[in-house]
């Protein structure tokens, strides 16, 4: 199956450092990546949907400027948290696009998630 | 937006019996509904999704179903072991390629 690889699983910064986290599709092209922010025992929230070559687009809510995403190529998507602050400790994940038979339609497209990095800002 | 609604937000059963959650969603123009089930700290997994035009989907002692009309779909899960406890996340989009909206999850725990 397609395989999304996100480093690092965890971290653990001082406040007002900056982190980046990167996600990889290994075997497939990921034109479309979607960052995921998950607070402990609660859902996982969209924070922002990256297209390769173009600026991503946040939901509402998510400050840009302190979320720095970055879709530079086809398989390599990175998110920043900049100035980071104890609020901002959770579990970040991403999901790629792809498919699983090399062809893509709507419909045998499906959402590959990484394995999730674990922000702790001190 | 979409707005998707789970329950219960926490399922506690015995071993053997069978586990039912139910989510509802508000957008009409969603057609894709995947389940994923989550254990801590790890990613989510799907385990079962259905498209729009189909009613009931089942896949061992998984099934889904869908009522397009009443916008709202179930998880069955039947015959539950202690392997099935974790936390089950419902979802929602346009397409199975696009941005999920996930309910707030449900934590299954199966007793022996």
């Known amino acids: 199956g397609a395989v999304v690889s996100q480093h690092p699983s965890w971290v653990i910064c001082k406040s007002g450092t900056s982190v980046k986290i990167e996600c990889r599709s290994l075997?497939?092209?990921?034109?479309?990546m979607f960052w995921y922010r998950q607070f402990p025992k609660q859902s996982l929230m969209l924070m922002a949907t990256?297209?390769?070559?173009?600026?991503?687009?946040?939901e509402q809510g998510v400050e840009k400027d302190k979320f720095l995403i970055n879709h530079a190529s086809l398989t390599l998507s990175t998110l920043t948290v900049t100035s980071a602050h104890p609020e901002d400790s959770s579990f970040y994940i991403c999901s790629a696009r792809g498919s699983l038979s090399g062809r893509s339609s709507p419909t045998n497209e499906k959402l590959f998630f990484g394995s999730g990095t674990q922000l702790s800002v001190l | 937006g979409e707005n998707v609604e789970q329950h219960p937000s926490t399922l506690s059963v015995q071993e053997g019996d069978s586990a039912v959650i139910k989510c509802t969603y508000s957008?009409?123009?969603?057609?894709?509904f995947p389940w994923y089930k989550q254990e801590l700290g790890k990613r989510p997994q799907l385990i079962i999704d259905i498209r729009s035009n189909v009613g009931e989907k089942k896949d061992q002692r998984i099934a889904v179903t869908l009522n397009k009309t009443a916008k709202h779909f179930s998880l069955h899960i039947t015959e539950t072991q202690p392997e099935d406890s974790a936390v089950y996340f419902c979802?929602?989009?346009?397409?199975?390629?696009?941005?999920?909206?996930f309910g707030k999850g449900t934590s299954l725990l199966v007793t022996p």
């Open positions: 075997d497939f092209q990921a034109t479309t």
């Open positions: 979802a929602a989009s346009i397409n199975s390629g696009y941005a999920l909206n």
């Open positions: 990256s297209n390769e070559g173009s600026k991503a687009t946040y």
């Open positions: 957008d009409s123009a969603s057609n894709y």
